[in-house]
């Protein structure tokens, strides 16, 4: 399995981004993906899954309400949807195979996509 993150950037404070990873596996729709992000001197924290199996979603506290986490099976891409970005979202993130949380589906610590930088500031 191979993934591929991308859409980071810079934005404003109340800004959006909508961040993409793309993977290659003919069975990618049998794992879950986890969007996680990783702050400078902070610990890496897991920001929200998906599953591909039955579409369950979870998301960490800090991100309810203002990012939202979706698949497209055909095309082999999780995207995250992030609304109202805050200075304290500012961070790498990076999709994986793996989730903090029970949603249905495979999980494997082994696959990880390079991360992208997102910058929220004024």
């Known amino acids: 399995v191979q993934l591929q993150a991308s859409g980071g950037g810079s934005v404003q404070p109340g800004g959006s981004l909508r961040l993409s990873c793309a993977g290659s596996a003919s069975n990618l729709d049998s794992y879950v993906i986890g969007w996680f992000r990783q702050a400078p001197g902070k610990e890496r924290e897991g920001v929200a899954c998906?599953?591909?199996?039955?579409?369950?979603?979870w998301d960490a506290d800090s991100v309810k309400g203002r990012f939202t986490i979706s698949r497209n099976n055909v095309k082999n891409t999780v995207y995250l949807q992030m609304y109202s970005l805050k200075p304290e979202d500012t961070a790498v993130y990076s999709c994986?195979?793996?989730?903090?949380?029970?949603?249905?589906?495979?999980?494997?610590?082994?696959?990880w996509g390079q991360g992208t930088q997102v910058t929220v500031s004024s």
């Open positions: 994986a195979t793996d989730c903090p949380a029970v949603v249905a589906g495979i999980y494997s610590s082994d696959y």
């Open positions: 998906i599953s591909g199996v039955d579409g369950s979603t």
